[in-house]
Protein backbone atom coordinates (compact mmCIF):
# COMPACT_ATOMS: atom_id res chain seq x y z
CA UNK A 1 0.00 0.00 0.00
CA UNK A 2 1.68 3.19 -1.15
CA UNK A 3 2.07 5.15 2.29
CA UNK A 4 3.39 9.23 2.98
CA UNK A 5 5.80 10.25 5.85
CA UNK A 6 4.85 13.62 6.85
CA UNK A 7 7.12 14.79 9.86
CA UNK A 8 5.98 17.90 12.23
CA UNK A 9 7.97 21.09 12.40
CA UNK A 10 7.35 23.83 14.91
CA UNK A 11 4.38 23.73 17.63
CA UNK A 12 4.89 27.57 18.43
CA UNK A 13 6.10 30.65 17.43
CA UNK A 14 9.92 30.56 18.40
CA UNK A 15 10.32 26.95 18.39
CA UNK A 16 13.19 24.97 18.39
CA UNK A 17 14.06 23.93 14.76
CA UNK A 18 17.09 21.25 14.70
CA UNK A 19 14.60 18.19 14.97
CA UNK A 20 13.40 19.08 11.68
CA UNK A 21 16.99 18.66 10.08
CA UNK A 22 17.13 15.33 11.81
CA UNK A 23 13.77 13.95 10.43
CA UNK A 24 14.80 15.30 6.99
CA UNK A 25 18.42 14.27 6.88
CA UNK A 26 17.36 10.41 9.17
CA UNK A 27 13.69 10.30 8.84
CA UNK A 28 12.65 9.91 4.95
CA UNK A 29 10.15 12.43 5.13
CA UNK A 30 8.43 13.48 1.99
CA UNK A 31 6.65 16.77 4.04
CA UNK A 32 7.43 18.47 7.24
CA UNK A 33 4.31 20.57 8.29
CA UNK A 34 4.87 23.26 10.84
CA UNK A 35 2.63 24.86 13.12
CA UNK A 36 4.00 28.75 14.27
CA UNK A 37 0.46 30.06 15.84
CA UNK A 38 -0.85 29.17 18.83
CA UNK A 39 -4.05 30.54 19.89
CA UNK A 40 -2.61 33.12 21.18
CA UNK A 41 0.10 34.10 19.16
CA UNK A 42 -1.95 36.12 17.07
CA UNK A 43 -2.26 39.11 19.30
CA UNK A 44 1.86 39.06 19.24
CA UNK A 45 2.18 39.64 15.47
CA UNK A 46 -0.74 42.26 15.95
CA UNK A 47 1.53 44.25 18.52
CA UNK A 48 4.44 43.53 15.45
CA UNK A 49 2.22 44.54 12.70
CA UNK A 50 1.31 47.69 14.85
CA UNK A 51 4.81 48.71 15.15
CA UNK A 52 5.48 48.36 11.32
CA UNK A 53 2.64 47.02 8.61
CA UNK A 54 4.94 45.22 6.87
CA UNK A 55 5.05 42.78 10.03
CA UNK A 56 2.41 40.72 11.14
CA UNK A 57 4.27 36.99 10.29
CA UNK A 58 5.61 34.72 12.61
CA UNK A 59 9.37 36.28 11.63
CA UNK A 60 11.04 32.85 12.25
CA UNK A 61 9.89 31.48 9.38
CA UNK A 62 13.11 33.19 7.41
CA UNK A 63 15.44 31.96 9.56
CA UNK A 64 14.25 28.54 9.67
CA UNK A 65 13.47 28.13 6.04
CA UNK A 66 17.47 29.79 4.96
CA UNK A 67 18.91 26.74 7.17
CA UNK A 68 16.44 24.36 6.22
CA UNK A 69 15.07 24.70 2.71
CA UNK A 70 19.09 23.71 1.18
CA UNK A 71 18.39 20.16 2.96
CA UNK A 72 14.76 20.11 2.02
CA UNK A 73 16.04 20.44 -1.61
CA UNK A 74 18.52 17.98 -1.35
CA UNK A 75 15.73 15.56 0.07
CA UNK A 76 12.68 16.30 -1.66
CA UNK A 77 11.15 17.51 1.43
CA UNK A 78 8.40 20.09 0.47
CA UNK A 79 6.88 22.39 3.31
CA UNK A 80 3.68 23.72 4.84
CA UNK A 81 3.38 26.22 7.31
CA UNK A 82 0.66 28.66 8.92
CA UNK A 83 3.79 31.47 10.01
CA UNK A 84 1.87 33.77 7.80
CA UNK A 85 -0.34 35.10 10.71
CA UNK A 86 -1.71 38.06 9.60
CA UNK A 87 0.55 38.91 6.67
CA UNK A 88 0.87 35.61 4.91
CA UNK A 89 2.26 37.31 1.57
CA UNK A 90 4.31 39.55 3.58
CA UNK A 91 6.28 36.47 5.27
CA UNK A 92 6.09 35.12 1.25
CA UNK A 93 8.12 38.62 0.19
CA UNK A 94 10.26 38.14 3.37
CA UNK A 95 11.29 34.43 2.49
CA UNK A 96 11.81 35.11 -1.24
CA UNK A 97 14.11 38.35 -0.66
CA UNK A 98 16.26 36.01 2.12
CA UNK A 99 17.22 33.36 -0.36
CA UNK A 100 17.42 35.74 -3.06
CA UNK A 101 20.25 36.82 -0.97
CA UNK A 102 21.79 33.32 -0.68
CA UNK A 103 21.00 32.33 -3.83
CA UNK A 104 18.01 30.23 -3.21
CA UNK A 105 14.84 29.74 -5.18
CA UNK A 106 11.78 28.56 -4.63
CA UNK A 107 8.08 27.80 -5.38
CA UNK A 108 6.00 29.87 -2.83
CA UNK A 109 1.89 29.14 -2.52
CA UNK A 110 0.50 31.97 -0.26
CA UNK A 111 -2.96 31.29 0.90
CA UNK A 112 -5.11 34.69 2.26
CA UNK A 113 -8.99 34.70 2.61
CA UNK A 114 -9.27 33.87 6.54
CA UNK A 115 -9.29 37.39 7.70
CA UNK A 116 -12.65 38.40 8.27
CA UNK A 117 -12.12 41.76 10.23
CA UNK A 118 -14.35 43.73 7.70
CA UNK A 119 -17.30 41.74 8.61
CA UNK A 120 -17.11 41.48 12.37
CA UNK A 121 -16.37 45.05 11.91
CA UNK A 122 -19.25 45.76 9.65
CA UNK A 123 -22.66 47.10 11.74
CA UNK A 124 -25.09 46.30 9.56
CA UNK A 125 -25.27 42.46 10.43
CA UNK A 126 -28.43 41.19 12.07
CA UNK A 127 -28.22 40.97 16.25
CA UNK A 128 -26.62 38.40 17.48
CA UNK A 129 -24.12 37.39 14.72
CA UNK A 130 -20.46 36.80 16.41
CA UNK A 131 -21.39 36.58 19.68
CA UNK A 132 -18.86 35.22 21.70
CA UNK A 133 -18.79 31.29 21.86
CA UNK A 134 -18.72 30.75 25.73
CA UNK A 135 -20.24 34.27 26.93
CA UNK A 136 -22.72 34.75 24.14
CA UNK A 137 -22.31 38.13 24.41
CA UNK A 138 -22.84 40.89 21.91
CA UNK A 139 -20.02 41.62 19.34
CA UNK A 140 -20.97 45.00 19.74
CA UNK A 141 -19.33 45.25 23.12
CA UNK A 142 -15.79 45.45 21.21
CA UNK A 143 -16.86 45.99 17.60
CA UNK A 144 -15.08 49.38 17.91
CA UNK A 145 -11.67 48.08 19.38
CA UNK A 146 -11.41 45.05 17.28
CA UNK A 147 -7.95 44.54 15.36
CA UNK A 148 -7.97 41.14 14.04
CA UNK A 149 -10.35 38.49 13.14
CA UNK A 150 -9.79 35.53 11.51
CA UNK A 151 -11.30 32.37 10.29
CA UNK A 152 -9.62 29.30 10.73
CA UNK A 153 -9.42 27.41 6.98
CA UNK A 154 -9.03 24.00 6.47
CA UNK A 155 -6.88 21.62 4.43
CA UNK A 156 -8.54 22.53 0.96
CA UNK A 157 -6.29 25.55 -0.01
CA UNK A 158 -3.80 23.11 1.21
CA UNK A 159 -4.02 20.93 -1.24
CA UNK A 160 -4.78 23.04 -4.02
CA UNK A 161 -1.41 24.66 -3.45
CA UNK A 162 0.91 21.50 -3.40
CA UNK A 163 -1.60 20.25 -6.57
CA UNK A 164 -0.83 23.42 -8.60
CA UNK A 165 3.01 22.44 -7.86
CA UNK A 166 3.77 24.70 -4.71
CA UNK A 167 7.11 23.55 -3.28
CA UNK A 168 6.84 25.75 0.26
CA UNK A 169 3.04 26.97 1.58
CA UNK A 170 2.27 29.62 3.51
CA UNK A 171 -0.65 30.49 5.08
CA UNK A 172 -2.62 32.54 7.80
CA UNK A 173 -4.43 30.94 10.10
CA UNK A 174 -5.17 27.58 9.38
CA UNK A 175 -6.65 24.92 11.71
CA UNK A 176 -3.45 23.53 13.06
CA UNK A 177 -4.06 19.69 12.31
CA UNK A 178 -5.52 20.76 8.52
CA UNK A 179 -1.67 21.79 8.00
CA UNK A 180 -0.97 17.79 8.24
CA UNK A 181 -4.01 16.78 6.67
CA UNK A 182 -3.44 18.95 3.40
CA UNK A 183 -0.30 17.19 2.43
CA UNK A 184 -1.55 13.61 3.61
CA UNK A 185 -4.95 14.15 1.21
CA UNK A 186 -2.49 15.44 -1.21
CA UNK A 187 -0.52 12.49 -1.38
CA UNK A 188 -3.36 10.48 -1.77
CA UNK A 189 -5.91 12.06 -3.41
CA UNK A 190 -8.49 12.40 -1.05
CA UNK A 191 -11.29 14.87 -1.34
CA UNK A 192 -11.40 17.23 1.19
CA UNK A 193 -14.44 19.07 0.15
CA UNK A 194 -17.97 18.58 -0.80
CA UNK A 195 -20.47 15.95 0.05
CA UNK A 196 -18.50 13.09 1.57
CA UNK A 197 -19.26 10.56 3.26
CA UNK A 198 -18.51 7.14 4.85
CA UNK A 199 -14.52 6.08 3.99
CA UNK A 200 -14.13 9.34 2.95
CA UNK A 201 -14.96 10.92 6.20
CA UNK A 202 -13.53 8.13 8.11
CA UNK A 203 -10.25 8.99 5.98
CA UNK A 204 -9.95 12.34 6.98
CA UNK A 205 -10.94 11.47 10.54
CA UNK A 206 -7.35 9.36 10.55
CA UNK A 207 -5.45 12.07 8.40
CA UNK A 208 -7.18 14.43 11.30
CA UNK A 209 -6.13 12.63 14.43
CA UNK A 210 -2.49 12.26 12.48
CA UNK A 211 -1.96 16.11 12.61
CA UNK A 212 -3.26 16.23 16.00
CA UNK A 213 -0.41 14.06 17.10
CA UNK A 214 1.77 16.10 15.15
CA UNK A 215 1.21 19.45 15.77
CA UNK A 216 2.30 20.26 18.73
CA UNK A 217 6.47 19.17 18.02
CA UNK A 218 8.25 17.41 21.02
CA UNK A 219 5.72 17.09 22.49
CA UNK A 220 4.12 14.07 20.82
CA UNK A 221 7.36 12.05 21.37
CA UNK A 222 7.63 12.61 25.03
CA UNK A 223 8.39 16.47 25.38
CA UNK A 224 6.47 17.43 28.21
CA UNK A 225 5.19 14.03 29.58
CA UNK A 226 3.57 14.80 32.57
CA UNK A 227 3.03 11.05 33.98
CA UNK A 228 3.92 10.79 37.47
CA UNK A 229 6.90 8.62 38.16
CA UNK A 230 7.81 7.87 34.82
CA UNK A 231 8.54 11.15 32.98
CA UNK A 232 12.10 11.12 33.84
CA UNK A 233 12.30 7.79 31.83
CA UNK A 234 12.07 9.53 28.63
CA UNK A 235 15.67 9.55 26.79
CA UNK A 236 18.13 12.59 25.82
CA UNK A 237 15.42 15.49 25.64
CA UNK A 238 18.19 17.68 24.57
CA UNK A 239 18.12 16.12 21.24
CA UNK A 240 14.46 15.14 21.29
CA UNK A 241 13.16 13.58 17.62
CA UNK A 242 9.70 15.13 16.64
CA UNK A 243 7.30 12.96 15.69
CA UNK A 244 6.72 11.28 11.84
CA UNK A 245 3.37 9.76 10.28
CA UNK A 246 3.88 6.94 7.89
CA UNK A 247 0.32 7.98 6.88
CA UNK A 248 -1.56 5.20 4.01
CA UNK A 249 -3.88 5.58 1.60
CA UNK A 250 -6.86 4.29 3.72
CA UNK A 251 -5.43 6.39 6.49
CA UNK A 252 -4.16 4.10 9.09
CA UNK A 253 -0.64 5.20 9.96
CA UNK A 254 1.89 4.67 12.44
CA UNK A 255 3.57 7.23 14.49
CA UNK A 256 6.97 7.15 14.77
CA UNK A 257 10.47 9.61 15.08
CA UNK A 258 13.95 9.77 13.51
CA UNK A 259 16.69 7.00 14.01
CA UNK A 260 19.20 8.35 16.77
CA UNK A 261 17.08 11.17 17.72
CA UNK A 262 15.72 11.46 21.68
CA UNK A 263 12.63 11.38 23.18
CA UNK A 264 10.28 8.98 22.48
CA UNK A 265 7.07 7.03 20.82
CA UNK A 266 5.08 4.93 22.88
CA UNK A 267 1.29 4.43 23.86
CA UNK A 268 1.52 6.67 27.01
CA UNK A 269 2.92 9.31 25.24
CA UNK A 270 1.08 9.35 22.00
CA UNK A 271 -2.47 8.94 24.14
CA UNK A 272 -1.39 11.91 26.23
CA UNK A 273 -1.21 14.44 22.49
CA UNK A 274 -4.31 12.60 21.62
CA UNK A 275 -6.36 14.12 23.94
CA UNK A 276 -4.62 17.62 24.10
CA UNK A 277 -6.94 20.40 23.69
CA UNK A 278 -9.57 17.96 24.03
CA UNK A 279 -12.94 18.71 24.90
CA UNK A 280 -15.18 16.22 23.71
CA UNK A 281 -13.43 13.17 22.43
CA UNK A 282 -16.37 11.97 20.78
CA UNK A 283 -16.41 15.76 19.14
CA UNK A 284 -13.43 17.14 17.68
CA UNK A 285 -14.68 20.03 15.38
CA UNK A 286 -12.35 20.79 12.37
CA UNK A 287 -13.04 23.03 9.29
CA UNK A 288 -12.78 19.36 7.36
CA UNK A 289 -14.31 17.08 9.64
CA UNK A 290 -15.86 16.22 13.12
CA UNK A 291 -13.34 13.79 14.50
CA UNK A 292 -14.82 11.00 16.77
CA UNK A 293 -11.86 9.51 18.63
CA UNK A 294 -13.79 6.71 20.69
CA UNK A 295 -12.86 4.03 18.11
CA UNK A 296 -9.32 5.21 17.73
CA UNK A 297 -7.02 2.38 18.55
CA UNK A 298 -3.22 2.57 19.67
CA UNK A 299 -1.33 -0.36 19.07
CA UNK A 300 2.67 -0.14 20.46
CA UNK A 301 4.63 -1.82 18.18
CA UNK A 302 8.22 -1.20 20.18
CA UNK A 303 10.91 0.61 19.01
CA UNK A 304 9.60 4.20 19.21
CA UNK A 305 6.40 2.96 16.77
CA UNK A 306 2.65 3.24 17.76
CA UNK A 307 -0.07 2.55 14.87
CA UNK A 308 -2.86 4.80 14.70
CA UNK A 309 -6.78 3.21 13.44
CA UNK A 310 -10.19 3.33 14.38
CA UNK A 311 -10.74 7.47 13.63
CA UNK A 312 -14.66 8.27 12.99
CA UNK A 313 -15.45 11.17 10.78
CA UNK A 314 -18.69 13.05 10.41
CA UNK A 315 -19.34 15.90 7.72
CA UNK A 316 -18.24 19.10 9.40
CA UNK A 317 -20.84 22.31 10.33
CA UNK A 318 -21.45 25.27 7.99
CA UNK A 319 -19.49 27.74 10.27
CA UNK A 320 -15.91 28.01 10.86
CA UNK A 321 -14.58 29.05 14.15
CA UNK A 322 -12.82 32.97 14.42
CA UNK A 323 -10.56 33.74 16.73
CA UNK A 324 -10.63 37.81 16.90
CA UNK A 325 -8.30 40.21 18.95
CA UNK A 326 -9.63 43.91 20.78
CA UNK A 327 -7.81 46.16 22.84
CA UNK A 328 -8.47 45.30 26.06
CA UNK A 329 -6.35 48.27 28.13
CA UNK A 330 -2.90 48.17 29.66
CA UNK A 331 -0.93 46.20 32.63
CA UNK A 332 1.84 46.99 34.77
CA UNK A 333 3.92 44.29 36.61
CA UNK A 334 6.24 44.90 39.32
CA UNK A 335 7.93 41.08 41.42
CA UNK A 336 9.08 42.27 44.72
CA UNK A 337 10.92 40.15 46.88
CA UNK A 338 10.95 39.95 50.91
CA UNK A 339 13.37 37.76 53.22
CA UNK A 340 13.10 36.31 56.68
CA UNK A 341 12.14 36.66 59.19
CA UNK A 342 8.49 37.58 58.46
CA UNK A 343 8.66 37.65 54.61
CA UNK A 344 4.84 36.71 54.59
CA UNK A 345 3.90 39.25 57.01
CA UNK A 346 6.02 41.97 54.86
CA UNK A 347 4.50 41.14 51.88
CA UNK A 348 1.17 41.71 53.34
CA UNK A 349 1.92 45.25 54.84
CA UNK A 350 3.47 46.20 51.22
CA UNK A 351 0.24 44.98 48.97
CA UNK A 352 -1.58 47.04 51.66
CA UNK A 353 0.83 49.99 51.30
CA UNK A 354 0.20 49.87 47.64
CA UNK A 355 -3.22 49.52 47.75
CA UNK A 356 -3.52 52.68 49.80
CA UNK A 357 -1.56 55.05 47.36
CA UNK A 358 -3.90 53.33 44.62
CA UNK A 359 -6.83 54.18 46.26
CA UNK A 360 -5.72 57.67 47.72
CA UNK A 361 -4.13 58.97 44.30
CA UNK A 362 -7.08 57.22 42.75
CA UNK A 363 -5.42 55.29 40.44
CA UNK A 364 -8.14 54.49 37.76
CA UNK A 365 -7.53 50.33 37.68
CA UNK A 366 -9.74 47.81 36.94
CA UNK A 367 -7.79 45.01 38.74
CA UNK A 368 -4.42 44.32 41.19
CA UNK A 369 -3.79 40.71 41.22
CA UNK A 370 -1.11 38.99 43.17
CA UNK A 371 0.61 35.74 43.15
CA UNK A 372 3.38 34.39 44.68
CA UNK A 373 5.94 33.02 42.46
CA UNK A 374 7.30 29.65 43.45
CA UNK A 375 4.13 29.10 45.76
CA UNK A 376 1.33 29.39 43.68
CA UNK A 377 1.51 30.92 40.36
CA UNK A 378 1.79 27.52 38.50
CA UNK A 379 -1.81 26.19 39.87
CA UNK A 380 -3.42 29.42 41.50
CA UNK A 381 -6.64 28.33 43.81
CA UNK A 382 -6.13 24.57 43.48
CA UNK A 383 -2.14 25.07 45.39
CA UNK A 384 -3.55 25.99 48.64
CA UNK A 385 -0.34 28.21 50.45
CA UNK A 386 0.97 26.58 53.87
CA UNK A 387 0.22 28.54 57.50
CA UNK A 388 1.17 31.99 57.71
CA UNK A 389 3.60 30.71 60.27
CA UNK A 390 5.51 28.20 58.07
CA UNK A 391 5.17 31.63 55.02
CA UNK A 392 7.08 33.49 57.93
CA UNK A 393 9.56 31.41 58.26
CA UNK A 394 10.19 31.13 54.65
CA UNK A 395 14.10 32.07 53.29
CA UNK A 396 12.51 34.77 50.79
CA UNK A 397 9.04 35.05 49.08
CA UNK A 398 8.56 37.03 46.11
CA UNK A 399 5.75 38.83 45.11
CA UNK A 400 3.95 39.76 41.95
CA UNK A 401 1.68 42.73 41.39
CA UNK A 402 -0.30 43.27 38.35
CA UNK A 403 -2.22 46.67 37.63
CA UNK A 404 -4.57 45.79 34.97
CA UNK A 405 -6.46 49.54 33.88
CA UNK A 406 -7.67 50.97 30.73
CA UNK A 407 -5.78 54.17 30.97
CA UNK A 408 -1.94 53.80 29.85
CA UNK A 409 -0.53 56.78 31.64
CA UNK A 410 -1.92 54.48 34.72
CA UNK A 411 0.08 51.47 34.23
CA UNK A 412 3.05 53.20 33.43
CA UNK A 413 2.87 55.56 36.98
CA UNK A 414 2.14 52.12 38.53
CA UNK A 415 6.05 51.44 38.64
CA UNK A 416 6.73 54.67 40.29
CA UNK A 417 4.93 53.76 43.47
CA UNK A 418 7.95 51.26 44.96
CA UNK A 419 11.32 52.46 44.84
CA UNK A 420 11.05 55.07 47.92
CA UNK A 421 9.75 51.58 49.96
CA UNK A 422 13.52 50.03 49.06
CA UNK A 423 14.70 52.23 52.20
CA UNK A 424 11.16 53.58 53.76
CA UNK A 425 9.38 50.19 53.64
CA UNK A 426 9.59 46.74 55.38
CA UNK A 427 13.33 45.44 56.13
CA UNK A 428 15.22 43.46 54.34
CA UNK A 429 13.79 43.85 50.82
CA UNK A 430 15.25 41.62 48.23
CA UNK A 431 14.64 44.04 45.46
CA UNK A 432 12.55 45.13 42.41
CA UNK A 433 12.10 43.72 39.10
CA UNK A 434 9.90 45.14 36.44
CA UNK A 435 9.03 48.48 37.71
CA UNK A 436 9.32 49.68 34.06
CA UNK A 437 7.25 46.75 32.38
CA UNK A 438 3.50 48.29 30.82
CA UNK A 439 2.46 46.35 27.80
CA UNK A 440 -1.26 46.98 25.88
CA UNK A 441 -3.57 44.23 27.01
CA UNK A 442 -4.90 42.45 23.28
CA UNK A 443 -8.40 40.31 24.62
CA UNK A 444 -9.80 37.54 22.30
CA UNK A 445 -12.99 37.23 21.43
CA UNK A 446 -13.80 33.91 20.08
CA UNK A 447 -16.49 33.31 17.32
CA UNK A 448 -18.19 31.65 14.57
CA UNK A 449 -18.94 32.74 11.22
CA UNK A 450 -20.55 31.31 8.06
CA UNK A 451 -17.80 29.29 6.11
CA UNK A 452 -19.37 29.69 2.45
CA UNK A 453 -18.74 33.65 3.38
CA UNK A 454 -15.03 32.90 4.36
CA UNK A 455 -14.37 30.10 1.98
CA UNK A 456 -15.59 32.38 -1.05
CA UNK A 457 -12.66 34.60 -0.18
CA UNK A 458 -9.93 32.21 -0.14
CA UNK A 459 -6.83 33.05 -2.73
CA UNK A 460 -3.50 30.97 -3.78
CA UNK A 461 -0.88 32.86 -4.74
CA UNK A 462 1.89 31.67 -6.33
CA UNK A 463 5.42 33.76 -5.99
CA UNK A 464 9.16 32.68 -6.45
CA UNK A 465 10.45 30.23 -9.35
CA UNK A 466 11.22 26.73 -8.77
CA UNK A 467 14.92 25.49 -8.75
Known amino acids: MKTVRIGAGLGFYGDAWEPIAASIERGDVQFIASDHLAELTLAILQKDRQRDPALGYARDVVPLLLRLWPLMQRHGVRFVCNAGGLNPRGAAQA ?189 YHSPDVVLDMGGIRLDDLGQDRVRLTGARGRAPGDRLKVVAGFRDGYKAEVTWGFSWPDAWDKSQQAQATIRTLLKERRVPHEELYVEYPGLNSAHG ?70 RGEVEAGVQIELLGEAP
Not at 142 to 158: K, T
Not at 388 to 413: C, F, I, M, P, S
Open 95 to 283: VLAAFAAKGLKARIAVVTGDDVLPRLADTSGAGGEFAHLFTGASVDAVRERLVFANAYLGADPIVQALDEGAQIVITGRVADAALFLGPIAHAHGWSVEGALEGAELDRLAQGLAVGHLLECSGQGSGGNFGAQGHWQSIPDLAHIGYPIAEVGADGSAIITKAPGTGGRINFDTVRQQLLYEVHDPHA
Open 381 to 450: PLAPLPAVDALNQLNELWTRLVLRTNEKAAAEGFGRLFPWMGLSGPAYTCGFTGLHNVSELLGIWPTLVA
